[in-house]
């Protein structure tokens, strides 16, 4: 089992940056692919972006292309998301969430979750 917690959110101005922290405690946190996800109010959550096992491959969605950058450290069973450029749109409960397989975009490949970090993105 992992359990995992994020840290870093906060407020920003547009085009501000923040880092984004997801520590993970419990076994093996290397075999877990891992993905952040956000959840803006009166919408859906969606996915943001996701990183293997070994941190060589990445995925991300669109609206974040060119501007969020994923890595993991598994020493430290930590992975971070460096979000650059920030937009107001970009306000969201940020979460992290591990997968047993390799790596994953969907929500259902996902078995655990963290409670969420805000990050409010003010124009």
């Known amino acids: 089992q992992v359990q995992l917690v994020e840290s870093g959110g906060g407020l920003v101005q547009a085009g501000g940056s923040l880092r984004l922290s997801c520590a993970a405690s419990g076994r093996d946190f290397s075999s877990y692919g891992v993905g952040w996800f956000r959840q803006a109010p009166g919408k859906e959550r969606e996915f943001v972006v996701a990183i293997s096992r070994s941190g060589g491959t990445t995925s991300y969605a669109d609206s974040v292309k060119g501007r969020f950058t994923i890595s993991r450290d598994n020493a430290k069973n930590t992975v971070y998301l460096q979000m650059n450029s920030l937009k107001p749109e970009d306000t969201a409960v940020y979460t992290c969430?591990?997968?047993?397989?390799?790596?994953?975009?969907?929500?259902?490949?996902?078995?655990?979750w963290g409670p969420g970090t805000q990050v409010t993105v003010s124009s």
């Open positions: 969430a591990a997968s047993r397989l390799r790596w994953a975009t969907r929500e259902y490949d996902y078995t655990y």
